[in-house]
Nanobody, 124 residues
Framework: QVQLVESGGGLVQAGGSLRLSCAAS????????MGWFRQAPGKEREFVAA????????YYADSVKGRFTISRDNAKNTMYLQMNSLKPEDTAVYYC?????????????????WGQGTQVTVSS
């Protein structure tokens, strides 16, 4: 079992920044590819960004490319999502996820473990 806890969400004005963290415990963190997803009210959960086990490979949804940066610190068992130039349409609950597949995992079904989510609200 892998336990995932997100933090760092909050309320921010459009154009502002937030840094989300995902702390992992229970298994060897570096054995898992990681990802961020988000779900806005009334919408399906959508992929945001993914990172490979070593951190050497990353992938972003087109909607966040150039504004968000995913990273991980395997020594601290933590993954991050730096979000800059935030827009009201980024408002959602953000979830981190862990999967045992190699490379980057782009779909929700590829992940084995999920956190409870952290709310991000961007005001206009």
């Amino acid at each position: 079992q892998v336990q995932l806890v997100e933090s760092g969400g909050g309320l921010v004005q459009a154009g502002g920044s937030l840094r989300l963290s995902c702390a992992a415990s229970g298994r060897t963190f570096s054995n898992y590819a990681m990802g961020w997803f988000r779900q806005a009210p009334g919408k399906e959960r959508e992929f945001v960004a993914a990172i490979s086990r070593s951190g050497g490979s990353t992938y972003y949804a087109d909607s966040v490319k150039g504004r968000f940066t995913i990273s991980r610190d395997n020594a601290k068992n933590t993954m991050y999502l730096q979000m800059n130039s935030l827009k009201p349409e980024d408002t959602a609950v953000y979830y981190c996820a862990a999967g045992s597949a190699l490379g980057v995992i782009l779909t929700a079904v590829g992940y084995d473990y999920w956190g409870q989510g952290t709310q991000v609200t961007v005001s206009s």
